[in-house]
């Protein structure tokens, strides 16, 4: 018969806790943790100071052209769009024009606004939808200029406010998002959250103004990697204004 010899029982290990190592925001930048009122209040008088004439940048005389301008401008600048639309407009003065418009000669004209082959099918739905839903006006609600081809909320949003004088939303493009969460005025990083947190700190009658005023300084001042913090106006209450070590 064979001895078998017991093997000493291991004694548990305790799990060695990890500690995660604290993350240290940098000297240079702090981001705020929450949005504040007076904060808000403040940035906009001083903003609206600093731009007395701060306005929609996109050349047009009216909704239809906006709305066509507007739809171009998607990763475009609005230079490029503003030196793309005389000739286009020449040609499609209105909806029922565009409507009816060559594929192929549209995408030539508006190629130097990249994405054109999109763009070009969504401005032939838009005109197609405006002519056939709306008599070939450009409809100024919300809901019904969403509805339209290659119309999303922000696009819906610029033309409200700056053609029928309807503050609906805040329009919410690259520096407006940037600038909003640089200033702590929202956390967020979705467009629509971001309108959402805006609308709630700003009044209704200020929600057009204010995304002029934010691309304005995002254009002229705040600079996305090269911010001149030195010349702006809201430097001692923003909690991203870069300091000296």
């Known amino acids: 018969m064979k001895k078998t010899t017991k093997r000493p029982k291991k004694t548990a290990r305790r799990p060695v806790k990890k500690t995660a190592k604290k993350k240290t925001p940098s000297p240079k930048r702090r981001i705020a943790s929450r949005a504040n009122p007076e904060d808000a209040k403040l940035y906009f008088a001083r903003l609206e100071k600093a731009y007395p004439d701060a306005k ?4 047009h005389r009216d909704a239809y052209e906006l709305l066509v301008a507007t739809i ?13 639309t005389p000739a286009l407009f020449q040609r499609y003065p209105d909806a029922p024009a565009l409507a009816g418009a060559d594929r192929g000669a549209l995408e030539t004209m508006i190629k130097s606004t990249g994405f054109f082959r999109n763009k070009a099918k969504s ?4 005109a197609t939808a405006v002519v056939k839903d709306h008599g070939g006006l450009v409809p100024h609600t919300m809901d019904e200029l969403t509805a339209l081809p290659g119309v999303g909320r922000k696009t819906a949003n610029v033309v409200l406010g700056n053609v029928f004088g309807i503050n609906e939303g805040v329009v919410v493009d690259t520096h407006v998002a940037r600038l909003a969460k640089l200033m702590g005025l929202t956390k967020e990083t979705d467009p629509v959250k971001i309108e959402r947190d805006l609308m709630a700190l700003f009044p209704r009658d200020d929600w057009t103004l204010l995304s002029h005023l934010l691309i304005e300084h995002g254009r002229k001042i705040c600079i996305a990697n090269r911010p001149k913090c030195g010349e702006c106006v809201v430097a001692d209450r923003c909690p991203s204004a870069r300091t000296a070590n």
């Open 123 to 126: 401005l032939a739905g838009m």
């Open 56 to 59: 929609c940048a996109l050349h």
């Open 72 to 84: 171009l401008s998607a990763q475009c600048t609005d230079v490029r769009v503003n030196l793309t």
